[in-house]
């Protein structure tokens, strides 16, 4: 199973379908919100958002749901990585509640090979998280340093660092 591309297998224009999708708890949510020390009570109150906001309950906060599809790009975008460079622009579009589930792709909007270090480039990529319903809730926008596959040739190939078993 492949984990992340080498720089020659990006195209500009491909499109990544991450897989799986992921439902959104409540438990999630709050512990997220607990990690990260944001206690807004739009995320945390039930009756705050049920009595004082246009939403009527509580919404996911937006950070969690930027991570997770950060998350469900690595395998096809950033799982060779050599540095996360950038992130552009974030965008939530619109509010998730408890109970949604979250899906998202990946387009490669530019790649540009290094100018210092002929083992490596620059992708340039769009993700887009959506609901179940699919409307669209997060945009994202990010510059990914990753390897050629002479880099990778150097240190291991596709599974580098990995043991061999021996008795």
């Known amino acids: 199973m492949q984990f992340g591309r080498y720089f020659e297998e990006f195209e500009v224009g491909a499109v990544y379908k991450h897989w799986p999708g992921k439902t959104v708890t409540e438990y999630d949510d709050h512990l997220f919100c607990l990690l990260t020390m944001n206690h807004h ?3 945390m109150d039930a009756h705050y958002a049920g009595e004082t906001t246009d939403f009527g309950k509580n919404v996911v906060v937006g950070n969690y749901i930027y991570s997770l599809l950060l998350g ?7 799982g060779k990585a050599i540095a ?3 992130v552009e622009s974030l965008k939530h579009v619109k509010p998730t509640f408890h109970g949604d589930t979250i899906y998202g792709e990946t387009e490669v909007l530019d790649k540009t090979p290094s100018k210092s270090k002929d083992d490596r480039g620059v992708v340039y990529v769009e993700t887009r998280g959506y609901k179940q319903d699919g409307t669209i809730v997060c945009v994202f926008r990010r510059k990914v340093m990753v390897p050629k596959r002479s880099y990778g040739d150097v240190r291991g190939g596709e599974q580098p660092a990995r043991p061999i078993p021996h008795e």
């Open 84 to 86: 996360n460079l950038e």
């Open 41 to 43: 009570p739009l995320h």
């Open 72 to 78: 469900m790009s690595v395998p096809d975008v950033s």
